[in-house]
């Protein structure tokens, strides 16, 4: 539960924006298919509010982290405690969930904005590329700082 489980946090959410920006398009493209491309990670990380979420997700994982190591340290049952990890991880989880929605929303919100001006069909992560696609990812993040 430190920075890396942030960053793999992270990762998981990105996924999620990714699916969730490809908006149910198909993923192979015919002749009259734009095909916009955004690396959503990025996108994410300068979201306004990212850098405070990522604070505050890094203060509760080490509050939870903290919670877990007492907890058990006092439970002598090997199952208990296996129970206490548990419920700790998911904890953490809805509160990670709590803090990142409201951005992952906003990064869906001006992918989708950017792809109705510029009249993209099909969005697809920059990294599953090797060539071609119009590369959105500036486009959106002056969406999101413009709000």
């Known amino acids: 539960m430190n920075g890396t489980r942030v960053k793999f ?64 340290e006092m439970e002598p049952d090997q199952a208990r405690r296996a129970q206490i990890v548990q419920t700790k991880r998911m904890e953490l989880a809805r509160e990670e969930q709590r803090l990142m929605e409201p951005i992952l929303r906003d990064c869906d919100e001006a992918v989708r904005v950017i792809v109705r001006q510029r009249n993209i069909t099909v969005v697809l992560e920059k990294a599953s590329v090797h060539f071609g696609g119009e590369d959105i990812t500036d486009y959106v993040i002056q969406q999101l700082i413009r709000r």
């Open 9 to 72: 946090i992270v990762s998981g959410l990105v996924a999620a924006l990714i699916v969730l920006s490809a908006g149910g398009a198909a993923f192979a493209a015919t002749g009259g298919d734009v095909i916009g491309v955004i690396d959503s990670q990025l996108i994410m990380y300068r979201h306004p509010s990212f850098e405070e979420a990522a604070r505050q997700l890094q203060r509760i994982s080490i509050e939870k982290e903290n919670e877990l190591r007492v907890a058990v």
